[in-house]
Nanobody, 122 residues
């Protein structure tokens, strides 16, 4: 069982930045695909950014491209989400998730963190 613990959420004004962190509980964290998801009130959970082990490729939702960056430090079992130029519509609970499958999506992640709240004020 892999436990994921997110941190770094908070309240930030529009245009500001935050960096979310997600620490995995296993030394084999580097073998997992990882992704950041978010869920706003009344909306479905969506993929924000993903980092695939196979090929090391990254994907971003169109709404965050150029503003958010996913990265990982395998030596620290940690994945980050750097969020810049934040907008009020980025307000949501952000979740870290991981899997061993070939793709990253809301329906096929094996492990989820508890989530961290990000609130962007206008």
């Amino acid at each position: 069982q892999v436990q994921l613990v997110e941190s770094g959420g908070g309240l930030v004004p529009a245009g500001g930045s935050l960096r979310l962190s997600c620490v995995g509980s296993v030394r084999t964290f580097w073998t997992l695909n990882v992704g950041w998801f978010r869920q706003a009130p009344g909306k479905e959970r969506e993929l924000v950014a993903g980092n695939r082990l196979y090929g090391g490729s990254t994907d971003y939702a169109d709404s965050v491209k150029g503003r958010f960056t996913i990265s990982r430090d395998n030596a620290k079992n940690t994945v980050y989400l750097q969020m810049n130029s934040l907008k009020p519509e980025d307000t949501a609970v952000y979740y870290c998730a991981a899997n061993r499958g070939p793709t990253i999506s809301t329906s096929n992640m094996d492990y989820w963190g508890q989530g961290t709240q990000v609130t962007v004020s206008s």
